[in-house]
């Protein structure tokens, strides 16, 4: 009984120690998303650069696009918007990019797609961010790629970048282009 009072608290301690350490090597944006394979949450959102006008999720249908959440005051977005910028204007982005401009205003918003240009397609106002939570949003940037059939297929969690772009990104788009 005396060895099972000094074994249990060096079990449990050796426990807890191997999940620590296994946490050491985790990426913190691999963080896998309970939506990819199902699909895209309904939305019907009003247009950033024509407010008398809403757009429907059901008009993005039978075309590839990606989401990109984004905010005028997310930092990591200031990062991410000209690698997105550059990939449209290239012509090596040739989906429809849809922005959600995140928790935000309009002015602010419009002043930061002036100073930085606009990638987008169509950039669709979430200014109580009830849109990003029906899409699992845990902070901006983050972006989503939607099948045809209106089915999430992948999740860039912070800003997409080269890295992101080359391995992830751009080799599902031409895989569901071709679909």
């Known amino acids: 009984m005396k060895k099972l009072k000094y074994l249990l608290p060096l079990a449990l301690f050796i426990v807890l120690a191997g999940f620590l350490v296994k946490g050491l090597y985790l990426d913190p944006h691999e963080v896998p998303s309970p939506l990819i394979g199902k699909p895209a949450p309904a939305f019907q959102l009003q247009d950033l650069n024509h407010l008398d006008r809403t ?17 005028s005051w997310c930092e990591s977005c200031r990062e991410e918007h000209p ?23 309009v002015a602010p918003g419009l002043a930061f797609l002036t100073q930085y ?8 106002r979430d200014p109580e961010g ?3 939570i029906n899409f699992g949003v845990y902070g901006v940037p983050e ?4 099948d045809k059939k209106g089915i999430i297929r992948h999740k860039v969690i912070g800003p997409m970048m080269q890295k992101e772009w080359t391995n992830d990104v751009k080799p599902l788009l031409a895989k569901l282009e071709a679909e």
């Open 83 to 105: 690698y997105i910028m550059q990939l449209v204007r290239s012509g090596e982005l040739k989906n429809t990019v849809v922005g959600l401009q995140y928790k935000d205003k």
């Open 143 to 146: 972006t989503f790629i939607i």
């Open 117 to 124: 240009g606009n990638p987008y397609t169509l950039v669709l």
């Open 130 to 132: 009830q849109t990003g």
């Open 55 to 71: 757009v429907s999720s059901d008009e993005l249908k039978g075309k590839v696009w990606l989401l990109n959440v984004w905010a």
